[in-house]
């Protein structure tokens, strides 16, 4: 290499330097401080069309009740530790004593995006996508089937992580980081969660009404038709609707509060004990499949006749439905004659239904691979099977509620939950004619 | 395919190409443009707000007066609404569901069951399964309060039995399964529930919280099966008959009550259905699929209401 070429190299690399930083520094964050935005797609949907001006007073109410990225928010009521929000939140750094703030964008923002929507920078590319926060629903709990996770379920998400997928495990922070975090990723279900429940509100109960004189007269414009007014969303000057605001939120946190009485806790006796026999074991398994196979725990259906997952496949989980039928509105409103409401969110229609990610289908697991995203201990499996997968086509086999029945019973569960760990290591050929019960249920 | 000439002119520029390529990639995917869509707070209106939750100041405006809540509280006596409703047009061929599973059990000898997506009595043009709801009542009459019965959700052949059911929060509906394979019921909505429900067997399942408009009932191992409840704090609701016919009774006279009306392929929000002709502007139909009225003691309000085909989807 000679002085020249040397020089030349160096020069573009100055170049290329001087190029890229800018645009780093300077690229994303010309629009200031990361921001909490709103769920475009639900805010010009056909289900619930929210005007412009909605939109800001929505976006202001949140802003009031949680903040925002750099400075969170929680009010005494949702029983958010503001210490901890103020750990996980902001910009990443460390303290003179050693602690480290801004944990949540250091670790977790590129995958599950500043507003926890799931839409972080790699999200996209990602199989499965990360979790959107936002419903408050989670897969991998202990908790009946429409219940909150507990803070341990997902303090046990972050430590173990969720194998087979991008999920990575955070078992090397130490564990006052990891709590930090358990409460920011409540912090932004309880938001997201309040952001549903005031799009509601606003779609049911405001909108436009004809208004009225100082003696309740109906106003009347020139044609004599009907003045309309909008009604606006401001709790701050108006009582009756911060009490809806308040009630609304406090629904909310009450989920979160019962989750720990919602735990599904094994009968004892139904245990299977720690020391079987081979043939106990043997016979448990046996039991289980039968049932894997049959129609009445109906596993068959989607994992399939060989258990690798290839049943039922058409369906989607919850997330990817919303997005569904947004897009097919979007698409079913460009063949017909725009009317007046279409025509107002048409643009935005188009906008944000082209930063929807492509839809995949809810697969249902391959369970000879061995590997269990929600934990494989034996009591992971069964709270699996028992409360099904939340979010997901998976459905639940034990009680719905504390107190209730289940489908089948635990000692059934138990017997699913062996034939289950013993799937990697049964021959695929074995053959499935032997059972009575699902010589119909295949031919699918 | 280069001439070499040109491979050399370029290559000092190379670096500005990984350059351009580097920024190029931190543009896309370091600033994603959906991210940027829609308001962020305002500082001003975040700082009122949050004074008035953190009770350091109140609420200024003062909850409405002289609304319809302070003139019902005199009212009494009941009054009943009923009618029907017609479909404007030839009554639309139902398609056949596309039935990929358990064919067995699913078709009629190979024949799929039929969609109900809107189903008009090929006589009378009566308009099956509209949902027709008060939605806010200031008292309700003892025929009205929540049921405690029980009620059948039944499904046969892959298909949900009944098509739109309503029900009072806190009423036991038993998911059955009449079918000699195995179904699971998805319910969305406020009361969210996914269970198995093994063949020939039934699971029980208690709404406990309202719902503002019918919410799906699928099962995921049947895709084409759907279905809607709605589950209601009372009994002011009817579900309209293959004719079309409905009649909600003893709803309270004297008070304004709106009434919310819904189909399953409704054009309005969340399937409101929308009566955009002369005698809906009369009635000051809503967008929202909505009415007012305000009845006198034991009045019987009958409507006829001709819907017009573009009210529905599809």
């Known amino acids: ?444 | 395919m280069f001439d070499k000439s040109v491979t050399k002119k370029i290559q000092p520029y190379s670096h500005l190409f990984q350059a351009t390529l580097l920024a190029a990639l931190v543009v896309t995917i370091g600033c994603q443009r959906g991210e940027e869509l829609g308001p962020v707070a305002s500082a001003t209106s975040v700082a009122k707000i949050r004074s008035v939750f953190a009770g350091e100041a109140s609420a200024t405006g003062a909850a409405e007066e002289g609304s319809s809540e302070s003139a019902v509280a005199t009212a009494t006596g009941w009054a009943t609404i009923k009618g029907r409703f017609v479909y404007d047009g030839e009554p639309p061929a139902m398609q056949p569901y596309n039935v990929n599973k358990d064919q067995a059990t699913c078709t009629d000898g190979g024949k799929p069951p039929l969609q109900e997506t809107l189903l008009v009595d090929s006589g009378n043009k009566g308009i099956a399964n509209v949902a027709i709801y008060i939605r806010k009542v200031s008292r309700v009459h003892e025929s009205a309060q929540p049921s405690t019965e029980k009620v059948l959700f039944d499904q046969k052949a892959c298909v949900f039995l009944t098509h739109v059911l309503p029900m009072t929060i806190g009423q036991t509906v038993e998911l059955k399964n009449s079918d000699p394979v195995g179904h699971n019921t998805n319910i969305s909505g406020n009361n969210s529930f996914n269970q198995t429900i093994p063949a020939n067997e039934s699971v029980d399942y208690t709404p406990q919280k309202e719902e503002a408009m019918p919410v799906l009932a699928v099962c995921s191992i049947h895709p084409w099966m759907a279905s809607y409840l709605l589950p209601r704090a009372n009994g002011y609701y009817a579900i309209t008959a293959p004719d079309g016919s409905f009649e909600i009774a003893n709803v309270p006279a004297g008070e304004i009550l709106e009434v919310q009306v819904w189909h399953e392929s409704g054009t309005g929000p969340k399937g409101a259905l929308v009566l955009n002709t002369e005698a809906g502007k009369e009635m000051k139909w809503s967008k929202k699929g909505r009415f007012k009225i305000n009845l006198a003691e034991d009045e019987v309000k009958e409507f006829e209401l001709t819907v017009p085909t573009n009210a529905f989807r599809g």
């Open chain 1, 1 to 444: 290499m000679n002085q020249n070429t040397m020089k030349q190299k160096l020069n573009s690399f100055y170049l290329l330097a001087c190029l890229v930083a800018p645009l780093v520094t300077v690229g994303c964050s010309s629009s200031g401080p990361p921001e909490f935005r709103l769920d475009m797609v639900k805010m010009v949907s056909e289900e619930t069309p929210t005007a412009q001006e909605y939109q800001q007073e929505i976006a202001d109410v949140l802003g009031a009740l949680f903040g925002t990225p750099d400075e969170p928010f929680a009010l005494p009521e949702t029983g958010l530790n503001a210490i901890q929000l103020q750990m996980a939140a902001g910009s990443a750094w460390s303290d003179e004593k050693g602690y480290n703030h801004g944990l949540y964008r250091k670790h977790c923002v590129h995958c599950h995006g500043i507003t926890g929507d799931g839409r972080g920078p790699t999200a996209r590319f990602l199989n499965p996508y990360p979790r959107d926060y936002r419903p408050g629903v989670y897969k991998f709990k202990s908790t009946y089937n429409a219940d909150r996770p507990t803070d341990e379920d997902l303090h046990r998400v972050l430590v173990n992580g969720v194998p087979g997928t991008a999920m990575p495990s955070f078992s090397l922070l130490p564990s006052s980081e990891v709590e930090s975090l358990v409460e920011y990723v409540k912090y932004l279900s309880i938001r997201g969660q309040m952001e549903t429940a005031l799009t509601n509100f606003v779609f049911d109960e405001l909108g436009e009404e004809e208004a009225e004189d100082e003696d309740g007269e109906p106003l009347l414009d020139g044609d004599g038709e009907p003045v309309l007014r909008r009604i606006p969303f401001n709790p701050a000057e108006d009582a009756e609707q911060q009490e809806v605001v308040a009630d609304l939120l406090a629904e909310i946190v009450e989920g979160w509060d019962a989750a720990s009485e919602k735990i599904i806790l094994p009968e004892e006796d139904q245990i299977p004990a720690e020391e079987r026999s081979d043939e106990e074991i043997a016979a448990s398994v046996d039991k289980g499949r039968e049932l894997f196979y049959g129609t009445r725990a109906n596993c068959i259906k989607c994992h399939g006749p060989t258990a690798l997952g290839d049943g039922q496949q058409d369906d989607f989980d919850n997330w990817s439905k919303a997005h569904k039928k947004f897009l097919s509105d979007v698409a079913e409103s460009h063949k017909g004659e725009p009317t007046e409401d279409s025509q107002e969110f048409a643009a935005s229609r188009d906008e944000v239904a082209a930063m929807i990610y492509p839809l995949r289908n809810a697969i249902p697991r391959n369970l000879r691979q061995g590997i269990y995203r929600g934990g494989r201990r034996r009591l992971d499996i069964f709270w699996r099977i028992s409360a099904g997968i939340p979010g997901t086509p998976m459905p639940a086999t034990g009680s719905a509620a504390p107190g209730g029945k289940g489908t089948i019973s635990e000692a059934e569960i138990w017997n699913i939950v062996d034939y289950v760990l013993s799937l990697p290591y049964e021959s695929p050929s074995r053959p499935l004619k032997a059972l009575p019960a699902n010589t119909e249920g295949i031919v699918n």
